[in-house]
């Protein structure tokens, strides 16, 4: 599976952005998938996942209520729509697919990340 995020980009605190991350090369519907962001000089961290068919989703706590992944299954892509972003949002984003079943325990494939600053 190739995995291509976008969407990201420079937003003043209290802003939006929504991430995508195309999915190609295998049935989309066999993975769940999980949006993931590195800050710099702090590891990995786990921000959202949804699972295969999208009745699913899970959220580190520092996000919810603010963001949203959701899934088109017929456009083969996840999303990730942010709002009141805060400074510490910033961060290379990566998007990551998990086979099935739910929940995800270790991810299979990553794609590159896209980056999302936050100016204060």
């Known amino acids: 599976v190739q995995l291509q995020a976008s969407g990201g980009g420079l937003v003043q605190a209290g802003g939006s952005l929504r991430l995508s991350c195309a999915a190609s090369?295998?049935?989309?519907?066999?993975?769940?998938m999980a949006w993931l962001r590195q800050a710099p000089g702090k590891e990995r961290e786990f921000v959202a996942a949804?699972?295969?068919?999208?009745?699913?989703?899970n959220y580190v706590d520092s996000v919810k209520g603010r963001f949203t992944i959701s899934r088109d299954n017929a456009k083969n892509t996840v999303y990730l729509q942010m709002n009141s972003l805060k400074p510490e949002d910033t961060g290379v984003y990566y998007c990551?697919?998990?086979?099935?079943?739910?929940?995800?325990?270790?991810?299979?494939?990553w794609g590159r990340g896209t980056q999302v600053t936050v100016s204060s």
């Open positions: 949804i699972s295969w068919r999208g009745y699913n989703t």
């Open positions: 990551a697919a998990a086979t099935r079943p739910w929940p995800i325990r270790t991810y299979a494939y």
């Open positions: 090369g295998r049935a989309f519907t066999d993975y769940n």
